[in-house]
């Protein structure tokens, strides 16, 4: 059996400290990474390391793996102690019950898995059947399919789809989490399982690629779904492609000065930095800026890592409510983002914040819906 330290390498790291320092999170609490993996290595004191609140102050933004000189992910020694945690039982009722809504009803949300597909009424949906070959195969997300918030990302898609007339189809309701969430709140059993029955699950489907709404899904099933046997893109990709092969145009014009969010789980954990702001720039009279803090650098929203479902003790100014400002000083009309939590945290600092008559927050995929309907 492997010791803590053998399964997170601590070794490796040379305590140089850049994880701590390029972490986001430690301008607002009392997180020092570095310091973790080094206490880590005393077994010992294991316990008490777990204790400590600053565990679940980790979003998982992959800032600290990005930076590591090892090629290390420091991150992971955190979730490792919230493993500790979660296997105690001793966590907070909000984390016990998204956990168990995963287990019980497949998503984190405490929804009936019955109403998943609830999304798609009066809409004109192509289900996924086994025995049917698809080029595209949708998984929705599990915030997306129950959040109204957000449902016009999975809704305008369709839309989309049957106007560019692509070859599609979506899971039906008995699509399940990808177990994001899961893994870093630290249930690693109950995620090898969501693993296994999904992998079984998708793999049944014949199709030429997945498509995943949410950065979230995307990375999780390229980075811990070995045995996936479709590849899997985020939509930002197909539509750029279906962009440049002439099968999506726009109708109307959105002359407004929109600033990107680049999402931590598209942008540092996937890769995916150029496409989305491709689709933005096709939108005709749209005026894109950047934020200082872009593509590798971008400043986290606080929303990954499982801190949906865990209130953070400090009470210094939000990563989200620094980004809003950052945006305001832009003069940005509509933060554009490409990821369903970043809209809810993004969201909600700007009403926070008072600026709802000078500004919007606005998935893409709620962009090009109202471009379409123009």
Not at 111 to 127: F, H, Y
Request: charged share 30%.
């Amino acid at each position: 059996m492997q010791t803590f330290t053998e399964k997170y390498d601590l070794l490796g790291c040379i305590q140089c400290g850049r994880c701590t320092g390029g972490c986001p999170v430690t301008v607002r609490a009392d997180l020092n990474v570095r310091q973790f993996v080094n206490d880590a290595y005393d077994e010992d004191k294991l316990e008490e390391l777990a204790k400590l609140a600053e565990i679940w102050d980790c979003t998982a933004c992959h800032t600290c793996a990005v930076r590591c000189p090892k090629g290390l992910k420091p991150l992971e020694v955190l979730i490792g102690l919230r493993t500790m945690i979660v296997e105690s039982g001793k966590v907070e009722p909000t984390v016990r019950d998204a956990l168990q809504s995963v287990l019980l009803e497949g998503n984190p949300w405490e929804k009936s898995r019955a109403t998943r597909s609830d999304w798609m009424e009066g809409l004109d949906v192509r289900i996924a059947d086994p025995d049917e070959p698809v080029e595209n195969l949708f998984f929705v997300c599990c915030t997306i399919a129950y959040d109204p918030r957000v449902r016009a990302v999975a809704q305008n898609m369709v839309k989309l789809l049957n106007k560019a007339g692509v070859d599609y189809a979506f899971l039906p309701e008995d699509e399940s989490c990808c177990g994001s969430e899961v893994l870093t709140l630290g249930e690693e059993g109950l995620f090898e399982m969501q693993v296994e029955d999904n992998t079984e699950y998708l793999n049944e489907f014949k199709a030429e690629r997945i498509v995943t709404l949410s950065p979230h899904c995307f990375t999780t099933y390229k980075t811990h779904y070995p045995d996936l046997k479709t590849p899997v893109v985020h939509y930002t990709q197909l539509l750029v492609d279906l962009l440049n092969d002439g099968k999506l145009s726009w109708k109307g014009e959105l002359p407004k000065k929109i600033v990107y969010h680049d999402p931590c789980y598209l942008g540092k954990q996937g890769g995916i930095y150029d496409e989305p702001r491709e689709l933005l720039k096709s939108i005709p009279g749209a005026e894109l800026v950047e934020f200082e803090r872009r593509r590798e650098r971008s400043l986290c929203c606080e929303g990954g890592g499982g801190k949906m479902w865990v209130e953070s003790e400090s009470k210094k100014e939000r990563l989200s409510d620094t980004r809003i400002k950052d945006a305001k000083e832009l003069g940005a009309e509509i933060v554009a983002v490409a990821c369903p939590f970043c809209v809810l945290t993004l969201e909600d600092s700007m009403k926070g914040l008072g600026y709802e008559e000078e500004m919007r927050v606005a998935e893409i995929m709620e962009l090009l819906g109202e471009l379409m309907e123009t």
